[in-house]
Antibody, heavy 123, light 107 residues
Framework: QVQLQQSGPGLVKPSQTLSLTCAISGDSVSNKNGAWNWIRQSPSRGLEWLGRTYYRSKWYNDYAVSVKSRLSINPDTSKNQISLQLNSVTPEDTAVYFC?????????????WGQGTLVTVSS | DIQMTQSPSSLSASVGDRVTITCRASQTINSYLNWYQQKPGKAPNLLISAASNLQGGVPSRFSGFGSGSDFTLTISSLQPEDFATYYCQQSYSIPRTFGQGTKVEIK
């Protein structure tokens, strides 16, 4: 059974960096049929896919245009986890952040999710 | 980006009712359409992938249909635990995009 356990602070000051981690159990971050995604949810934006990292003989990333200049998603194979770093945050980045797995065999649907982390951007 | 439009945005129904939610993509996405159920304070839960593939453990009263750009999610007989918000999502192209959600409430 795949489990994703998120951790990170719930409060970040404007202009600072939002950092979250997603620890994976029951699967490998290097799974060549998988991808590891970050998604956020807010009342104003709904569910918004932010980006993903995946391994296909080398590591790849895709990012949403809206956050591409500020976002970094990185794998950590030694800890079997992924991380999210979002720079220069503003109150508009306030949201619940989720990590989620997608699998090629399930037509890239998000079949496992982390529990979610409410992140508030406020001074 | 592919826009996903759900209708209705909300609906009120009674236990035992048949409920249908529609999702339309702004361009063809073949069958790369997934449905999720979300309850308050929880992560979305995958119900159906590839337009019509019911996930393990999901009751058979849920069904999905469609291809191209028009899709439906049907609950054949609404149960108390089905009151939630439902989202469609396309996995045809990057960026992945979601519909705005359909909230199913108790009448």
């Amino acid at each position: 059974q795949v489990q994703l356990q998120q951790s990170g602070p719930g409060l970040v000051k404007p202009s600072q960096t939002l950092s979250l981690t997603c620890a994976i159990s029951g699967d490998s971050v290097s799974n060549k049929n998988g991808a590891w995604n970050w998604i956020r949810q807010s009342p104003s934006r709904g569910l918004e896919w932010l980006g993903r990292t995946y391994y296909r003989s080398k590591w790849y990333n895709d990012y949403a245009v809206s956050v591409k200049s500020r976002l970094s998603i990185n794998p950590d194979t030694s800890k079997n986890q992924i991380s999210l770093q979002l720079n220069s945050v503003t109150p508009e980045d306030t949201a619940v952040y989720f990590c989620a797995r997608s699998i090629v065999g399930a037509t890239h649907s998000f079949d496992y999710w982390g529990q979610g982390t409410l992140v508030t951007v406020s001074s | 980006d592919i826009q996903m439009t759900q209708s209705p945005s909300s609906l009120s129904a009674s236990v035992g009712d048949r409920v249908t939610i529609t999702c339309r993509a702004s361009q063809t996405i073949n069958s790369y359409l997934n449905w999720y159920q979300q309850k308050p304070g929880k992560a979305p839960n995958l119900l159906i992938s590839a337009a019509s593939n019911l996930q393990g453990g999901v009751p058979s009263r849920f069904s999905g249909f469609g291809s191209g750009s028009d899709f439906t999610l049907t609950i054949s007989s609404l149960q108390p635990e089905d009151f939630a918000t439902y989202y469609c999502q396309q996995s045809y192209s990057i960026p992945r995009t979601f519909g705005q959600g359909t909230k199913v409430e108790i009448k």
